[in-house]
C-alpha cells in the first residue's frame, strides 16, 4: 500500500511568516510523529500523536510550533514567525501504535526561511 | 548523559571491509533495540531489529549487551552500497512510547 506522504516535499519562506507542512501516515496507523533534522545532524523528537491526542509535546522547540492531528490520519506541523534557525528537513513517521518495532518515515519537508 | 549515544564517525573503509559500529543507552529499563539506515538526504528505514542473543541478516550482525546497555552492528565484506548513516534506536519502555534515535554513524566505504 501507500507508505507516508508529506507535503510541499520543498518549502521556501521569508522570516517571519507562517508555514504549514503536512504529513498522510499509512492507512490504519495510530502512532504519528514528527522530527526535525538540521543539515548533518540527527533526528530531533518534536512531537507524537496516539490516534488525535499528543501524550508529549516536549520536543517542540518553542510556542512558535504547534502540531494537530484530526481523524487520526492526517496531520499538520505548524510554525508561526518562522526564523532562519527553523531551517531543517521536517520528517514524519507513523507505526501502528507508539513504540511499535517499525516507524515508516515520509520522504520529509525540506524548510529553508530567508 | 544522552539516551541513546554513538561514535558520529565517518568511518571510512574499503570495500570488502568489515567495520563495527557501537551503541550505548541510558535506560536500564528500554526493551527493544534496532538499527536503521539513512542514506544521504533520504528518509530512515529499519535495518533490523536486535535481540538478546544476537542476530544476523546476511552480512550484517547486531549484538545486545543488556548489562553493559551496550548495542553493536558488524558489517562484513562491505559494499559500495552500504555507504550511509547507521542510527541506532532505543524503545525505552514496553508501554505506547515513541522510538529514541541516536544521532548516527556515518560509514563511507571506499572502492
Known amino acids: 500500500g501507500a507508505g507516508v506522504s508529506q507535503s510541499p516535499s520543498n518549502k521556501v519562506t521569508e522570516k517571519g511568516k507562517d508555514v504549514e507542512l503536512r504529513c498522510d501516515p499509512i492507512?490504519?496507523?495510530?502512532?504519528l510523529y514528527w522530527y526535525r533534522q538540521s543539515l548533518g545532524q540527527g533526528l530531533e523528537f518534536l512531537i507524537y500523536?496516539?490516534?488525535?491526542?499528543?501524550?508529549?509535546k516536549s520536543g517542540l522547540p518553542s510556542d512558535r510550533f504547534s502540531a494537530e492531528r484530526t481523524g487520526g490520519s492526517v496531520s499538520t506541523l505548524t510554525i508561526q514567525r518562522t526564523q532562519q534557525e527553523d531551517s531543517a528537513v521536517y520528517l514524519c513517521?507513523?507505526?501502528?501504535?507508539?513504540?511499535?518495532?517499525?516507524?515508516?518515515f515520509g520522504p520529509g519537508t525540506r524548510l529553508l526561511v530567508l | 548523559r544522552k539516551e541513546v549515544e554513538q561514535d558520529p564517525g565517518p568511518f571510512n573503509v574499503p570495500e570488502g571491509a568489515t567495520v563495527a559500529f557501537n551503541c550505548t543507552y541510558s535506560?536500564?529499563?528500554?526493551?527493544?533495540f534496532f538499527w536503521y539506515r539513512q542514506d544521504c538526504r533520504k528518509e530512515p528505514k529499519l535495518l533490523m531489529s536486535?535481540?538478546?542473543s544476537g542476530n544476523e541478516d546476511g552480512r550484517f550482525t547486531a549484538q545486545l549487551n543488556r548489562a553493559s546497555q551496550y548495542i553493536s552492528l558488524l558489517i562484513r565484506d562491505s559494499k559500495l552500497s552500504d555507504s550511509a548513516t547507521y542510527l541506532c534506536?532505543?524503545?525505552?519502555?514496553?508501554?505506547?512510547?515513541?522510538?529514541?534515535f541516536g544521532k548516527g554513524t556515518r560509514l563511507s566505504v571506499i572502492a
Open positions: 535506560n536500564s529499563a528500554s526493551q527493544s
Open positions: 492507512s490504519g496507523h495510530t502512532a
Open positions: 534506536v532505543v524503545n525505552p519502555s514496553s508501554g505506547n512510547t515513541p522510538l529514541v
Open positions: 500523536f496516539q490516534g488525535n491526542s499528543a501524550p508529549d
Open positions: 536486535v535481540y538478546s
Open positions: 513517521a507513523s507505526s501502528p501504535l507508539a513504540g511499535a518495532e517499525t516507524q515508516y
